[in-house]
């Protein structure tokens, strides 16, 4: 990398420039995830919105102080069963705990996830049958005249 004289509105600043070549040769950098960092993260948000201490839930969860608070700070990798026992104290469904650490993965590595359809939605409708949205369309047509 070369340092340039670069002046803005009269104030002359440095600025890094290098080659060309070099900045299409590498790829961008992505931010490594660690799932545990996540889920320490999600347990601690939770535990923190329902004004809860760690004392608190590690006895609900039969679980270590030390043990839980490592797991908050992502420096443990929690078994299926502690994180179950940490729900589970939490009265937070694992399922919707995982969610959320999902969408945060997702969010993380720029992906997008697309919403999923209600399920007090689909037992009502079921599934739409294909003759429906074809006179759906012809009607969308119609009125788009």
């Known amino acids: 990398m070369v340092k340039q004289p670069v002046s803005v509105n009269g104030v002359i600043r440095w ?20 799932l545990r960092h996540e889920i320490g993260d999600v347990l601690r948000d939770v535990r923190q919105r329902q004004g809860r201490t ?20 992502g420096q443990k990798e929690a078994s299926s069963e502690l994180l179950s026992s940490i729900c589970t104290a939490l009265d937070v469904p694992l399922s919707i705990m995982l ?20 399920q007090e939605f ?8 294909d003759d429906l949205t074809g006179e759906f369309r012809r009607d969308l047509a119609a009125t788009n005249r």
Do not use: C, N, W
């Open 15 to 34: 600025r890094d420039v290098g080659l060309a070549e070099d900045a299409q040769r590498k790829p961008k950098e992505r931010k490594m995830v660690v």
């Open 54 to 73: 760690l004392r608190e839930v590690s006895h609900s969860a039969r679980v270590s102080l030390g043990y839980l608070s490592e797991v908050e700070r």
């Open 99 to 118: 969610r959320e650490v999902s969408e945060r993965l997702a969010e993380a590595e720029g992906v997008s996830v697309p919403d999923t359809v209600p």
């Open 122 to 129: 689909a037992r009502e409708f079921g599934d739409i049958p």
